[in-house]
């Protein structure tokens, strides 16, 4: 095989052209073998490259979240040597500030077994302590219905003459807790004296 090849090199006329020709032929392979390599490689890096940003982009979010943290309000108040039971406590049964006792009242007008004549019957209360809860009130007339609690004055219009029982009870707005008071006096109105007129004494004539 080798000898053939010789002797067919031997008759080329001119043997430099071919020797060009053969070494361009075999170069090309080696050149598009390089090209593959290179793009290869080119690929891996390219790859490499997306891998690493990759990782390293939650390090770095994690970093700035972890770096700019903001502690929430309850975790606030109890590094300011607060307990957390206590709070928690506070909000669920708060101590009231007032007494949860319905206010004490004493009546003033009318005293007990007076004869009023006035109308309407308006009645005077007077409250005695502080720093009690809202308080509000009911009333009812010789055991009557009672009326609908409030805070407006009691007053009486048009009451029949005789002896009057008057029932007040007061109750506390936050607990609900009640008191009665009962006050007894007389409503009619003045009696006016009669008065008797002489008639002149008629003489007959004669």
């Known amino acids: 095989m080798l000898n053939t090849v ?9 043997r430099k052209p071919w020797i060009d020709l053969a070494t361009a032929v075999l170069t090309i392979p080696v050149l598009v073998t390089v090209i593959i ?18 990782s390293l982009t939650p390090t770095i979010i994690e970093k700035v979240v972890n ?7 309850a975790e606030t108040l109890i590094s300011d040597n607060t307990d957390e039971h206590s709070l928690v406590d506070d909000r669920e049964s708060p101590t009231p500030v007032c007494n949860l006792d319905p206010a004490p009242y004493e009546i003033i007008f009318p005293k007990e077994g007076e004869n009023v004549y006035v109308d309407p019957v308006c ?6 302590g502080e720093n009690f809860c809202t308080t509000q009130w009911a009333y009812r007339i010789n055991n009557s219905s009672w009326s609908t609690y ?6 009486l219009y048009n009451m029949a003459g005789g002896a009057v029982t008057l029932d007040i009870r007061t109750k506390s707005t936050v607990s609900g807790r009640e008191k009665t008071y009962t006050r007894k006096f007389i409503y009619g109105n003045p009696v006016t004296p009669s ?6 004494a008629i003489t007959p004539s004669n």
Do not use: E, H, M, R
């Not at 010789?6 to 001119?14: E, G």
């Not at 770096?67 to 309000?73: R, T, V, W």
């Not at 008065?195 to 002149?200: A, D, K, N």
């Open 6 to 14: 010789k002797n067919w090199y031997k008759k080329l006329p001119d």
């Open 37 to 54: 390599i290179n793009i290869g490689n080119l690929k891996k890096d390219g790859n490499a490259n997306d891998t690493n940003k990759t």
């Open 67 to 73: 770096q700019y943290l903001i502690p929430s309000a």
């Open 123 to 128: 009645i005077s209360l007077n409250k005695l």
């Open 150 to 155: 409030t805070n407006d004055p009691i007053c």
């Open 195 to 200: 008065q008797t007129f002489s008639s002149p």
